[in-house]
């Protein structure tokens, strides 16, 4: 499994299909507002863009965003669960 949140980690998952991963903590960014009406910029969350890829084999078999991590149904120990193919 890799992580891609502004640098590449690999972490290996173990015989119960579980990995804890480290994300960096994060806020989206302040928006800039052109007379407090018009928004110019900001207002993005990077957790939108740091990709989670669960591979074998050196095949991708699912990519998700962070973000789309933390949407996912947990489990009763609290553990977010991705269904992967395989």
């Not at 499994?1 to 290996?12: I, K, L, S």
């Not at 110019?40 to 095949?59: F, R």
């Amino acid at each position: 499994m890799q992580v891609d949140a502004g640098h590449r980690t690999d972490y290996q998952v173990s015989a119960d299909g579980r990995v804890v991963i480290g994300i960096p903590s994060n806020r989206p960014t302040c928006g800039v507002y052109l007379f407090d009406w018009i928004k110019v910029s900001g207002g993005s969350d990077p957790s939108g863009a740091w990709m989670v890829t669960v591979s074998s084999g050196g095949k991708a078999l699912k990519k998700v965003t962070v973000k789309q991590v933390r949407e996912l149904p947990r489990d009763s120990e609290g553990y977010h669960l991705l269904n992967v193919p395989g």
